[in-house]
């Protein structure tokens, strides 16, 4: 504003003086010295001064090359690198250092005259008495506490909460914030009983010197059984039912002594340094009592990282081996440790050049750090506790609306279940049945580490508590932070807030599919690996679902990269142009991919097949597994998987849709009772119609079709049944194995394959070797004519 006033003053002044009638010889010396000193007034303010006539010419302009010019080259060099501002800064500590230590004698006797000043008696003693009697009696206190105020009151409240087997965030930290609070109590019990113990035998002081310094240490002792009880909170050392962090007991209570006595030594020594610096004593006493303690308090902490490295490194991993963690697990239980032991000695440094220079020491940093540490982990177990209570609560409002029918379903099946132990004793196929089941065990599905909206709502916790940290940690190593204000900060937060909010609804989609998905699957039971396929497949919408999943997620992908793009001032119009371009000569360039993806859209809207159902589409066969975009795989009951473009499918079968045809033939003896074989099956029908194990899965009972071939040898019975698709093939173990047991009780005899080798008359008695070799080659021709036909011939199946 100066700078402008005066530039202000001087065009009036220069065009009042410029545009006057008269000429520079008719002007008085009044003028030409108020013009001279406007320019002198200017120049000493900064303002460059330029003075022109009436044509517009310059008056007073510097000479090519002339000081100026010379002036502004060195202007660019004159702010110090960082390496030299670096240099400056430690020889400035260096020289700061020196003159403290040589003068510290003299700032110790500077300490002692102002500590007996203060003293109400003159004695610098006097503050040693009230340290040693106020610290007695505390600890009197604290043993008063534990026996009356522990033992007589608190113990009936605590112990009668304990639990054998809490579990989650919802049993356990209810019992470990009351606990805590107990803990609370018996401090301040401890501290009323000290500060009436010395009110009754010492009285009120009235010096202000002396109460000061017994708030100090009340003060101290408070900090330090209240940090000493979170600690017990949160790692539980007495009580492993309730630890939350996975430390063995050796741990955990080995961690909480290192880190009780540690955090009182820091609080103490602080708050000491406080005393000083309060109390007006010598700077230079201050900052050597300060640095010094926080260096043994530096050292302490660096072992405490040092002997509970290991057990911290396993809690970090919850337990498990490294190779069972993610990379980012593993990650952060190796580097915790180094970076931690650096963040410490770096801020005894950063406390030991403030001190020195006698910058502002606002919060120690290692304090800081402390504290946003156990604030973190008292937020995330109060977040944690919230949301298993809300989830807990919702699953037993949704039990409880599922129990009434529920009980209704259970009683019919209950007495159904009864019968069926009463009047029906499972076989020895029945028992095979669920060996085979057992031994042939389905492959693990790999699930997503965030599977529900509980595991969700988990990780968003932790993320939380993670940027609450990491903001705290930046405001306690620079509380101003003033680069946060500026305009890349706020952009950067804004990204950050979009990729969250985007990670969150990413999330919500996939959990709500996955679990739609859930749902339609739950009940289709997955087949044995290795089986002959037929059964019935999943659902249209869980079919179709893994699809809409797809295409659903990518649209949410592709919202979240144009929203970062605005927000990165990023003009997005031409990506839309390129796409449409993109998708144009895609469609011109690869028409077999459109007929693919258009084919498999047609086959899925006629419903052709589902995932889970066992097809035929001429060269291969199979069980579809898994269903894209273009393709589907088809797994063979022998292990082969197939891939199949969907334009590719010229005719499709569905072995897996309403019912099962299945049809055995029987070779039997010319001598057998065709009449008396009908009735048999049809008994033995009716028999596995009311058998507990396959009985439920025949749609029509076994009966028999009769003869249907004259073969050579034997004559072809074929008897037929109905299932459900995916059920014929242990119905048809169970049918042979039936029929060959009936057949050995009614004396009804299989047939065996013969080959009637005929000689002449005159050659019977004898064979040439060369007529025998001719002979056994009739008979093998013969029998694989028979295996083809019954191969492919009317109740066969080569599947």
């Known amino acids: 504003m100066q700078h402008f006033f005066l530039r202000f003053l001087l065009c ?30 200017a120049a000493e303010s900064g ?31 004159e702010q110090p690198s960082a390496l030299m501002k670096a240099q400056s800064r430690v020889a400035a500590f260096r020289a700061e250092l020196n003159s403290r230590l040589e003068a510290l004698p003299y700032s110790v006797f500077e300490m002692q005259y102002i500590l007996r000043q203060t003293s109400p008696d003159g004695r610098i003693m006097t503050y040693v008495e009230v340290l040693g009697w106020s610290v007695l009696f505390l600890l009197i206190g604290r043993w008063l506490s534990v026996e009356i105020y522990g033992k007589r009151f608190a113990k009936k409240f605590v112990v009668s909460r304990i639990q054998e087997t809490p579990e989650g965030y919802q049993e356990k930290m209810p019992f470990l914030v009351f606990r805590f609070l107990m803990g609370i109590g018996a401090t301040i019990f401890a501290m009323i009983f000290a500060a009436l113990t010395s009110y009754l035998i010492f009285g009120a002081s009235g010096d202000p010197s002396i109460e000061f310094t017994v708030t100090a240490i009340y003060t101290a002792y408070f900090l330090a059984r209240t940090v000493s009880d979170l600690w017990r909170m949160v790692l539980s050392p007495f009580l ?15 961690l909480y002594i290192w880190a009780s006595l540690l955090a009182t030594y820091d609080i103490s020594s602080t708050l000491f340094a406080t005393w000083v610096g309060d109390f007006g004593l010598n700077y230079n006493v201050y900052a050597l009592v300060y640095g010094v303690l926080a260096l043994v308090g530096t050292v302490g902490n660096l072992l405490m990282v040092l002997v509970n490295g290991r057990a911290i490194s396993n809690a970090i991993r919850a337990g498990r081996p490294p190779e069972d963690c993610s990379w980012l697990v593993r990650f952060l239980a190796v580097a915790w440790a180094p970076v931690l032991m650096v963040y410490m000695v770096f801020g005894w440094l950063k406390l030991a050049f403030d001190l020195v220079l006698e ?87 790999i699930k997503h580490p965030i599977g529900t909206y509980e595991d969700l709502a988990r990780r968003v916790a932790g993320i939380l508590a993670f940027v609450v940290g990491a903001y705290s940690l930046v405001i306690v190593w620079n509380p101003d932070a003033s680069w946060l204000k500026t305009t890349a900060a706020e952009r950067v937060v804004d990204v950050t807030v979009i990729l969250f909010i985007g990670y969150i609804v990413y999330h919500l989609f996939r959990i709500w599919i996955d679990s739609k998905i859930d749902e339609e699957v739950g009940d289709v039971p997955e ?16 079919t179709l679902l893994p699809l809409f999943r797809g295409a659903i997620l990518a649209v949410v992908l592709v919202s979240i990269v144009l929203i970062l793009l605005l927000e990165l001032g990023i003009n997005v119009s031409p990506l839309f142009a390129g796409a449409g371009v993109v998708g ?71 072995y897996s849709r309403d019912w099962v ?17 009908r009735k048999l ?13 396959v009985g439920h899965t025949f749609i029509q009972p076994l009966k028999s079709q009769g003869v249907i071939e004259m073969q050579d040898s034997a004559m072809i019975i074929r008897v037929k049944f109905m299932t459900k698709p995916g059920d014929q093939w242990i119905v048809r173990k169970r049918v042979y194995q039936e029929i060959r047991e009936l057949f050995a009780r009614e004396g009804v005899k299989f047939a065996h394959r013969e080959v009637t080798v005929r000689l002449a008359a005159d050659q019977e008695e004898e064979v040439t070797p060369k007529q025998k070799e001719a002979a056994l080659g009739a008979v093998q021709a013969a029998i694989d004519e028979d295996m083809l036909e019954d191969m492919g011939g009317p109740g066969g199946d080569d599947r």
């Open 240 to 254: 492993a039912q309730y630890r939350i962090p996975v430390f063995s007991d050796r741990d955990a209570k080995r």
């Open 661 to 677: 045809m299945m049809k055995l033939p029987l070779r039997v003896t010319y001598d057998t009772d065709v009449e008396k074989v």
């Open 681 to 693: 099956i049809k008994k033995l029908g009716q028999k596995l119609m009311d058998d507990p194990v």
């Open 12 to 41: 009036l002044l220069l065009g009042g003086g410029l545009t006057a009638h008269t000429s520079a010889q008719e002007s008085d010396a009044g003028s030409a010295e108020a013009l001279s000193r406007a320019i002198e007034q």
């Open 359 to 445: 910058h502002e020491v606002s919060i120690p940093l290692m304090a800081g750090s402390y504290f946003v540490l156990t604030t973190i982990l008292v937020v995330y177990g109060a977040i944690n506790y919230v949301i298993e209570r809300y989830f807990r609560r919702s699953l037993a409002f949704q039990a409880a609306a599922e129990a009434p029918s529920g009980a209704q379903d259970a009683a019919p099946e209950a007495g159904a279940a009864g019968a069926d132990t009463e009047t029906a004793q499972p076989d020895s196929t029945a028992l095979e049945a669920d060996e085979e089941a057992g031994e042939e065990a389905a492959l693990p599905k």
């Open 527 to 542: 087949a044995e690996l290795g089986d002959e396929g037929g059964a019935g497949g999943a659902s249209r919408l869980a």
């Open 47 to 77: 303002v460059n001064v330029l003075v022109v006539d009436s044509s517009g010419r310059l008056l007073n302009a510097p000479p090519e090359g002339g000081p100026s010019a010379d002036h502004s080259a060195p202007g660019a060099m």
């Open 584 to 654: 144009l000569a895609v469609g011109f360039g690869s028409q077999t991919l459109v007929r693919d993806i258009f084919s498999g859209a047609f086959f899925l809207i006629d419903d052709a097949f589902r995932k889970g159902e066992y097809i035929d589409i001429g060269d291969v066969k199979g069980t579809v597994e898994k269903i894209s975009v273009r393709s589907f795989q088809l797994r063979h009951h022998l292990g082969a998987l197939h891939t199949i473009p969907f334009g590719e499918i010229k005719v499709l079968t569905n």
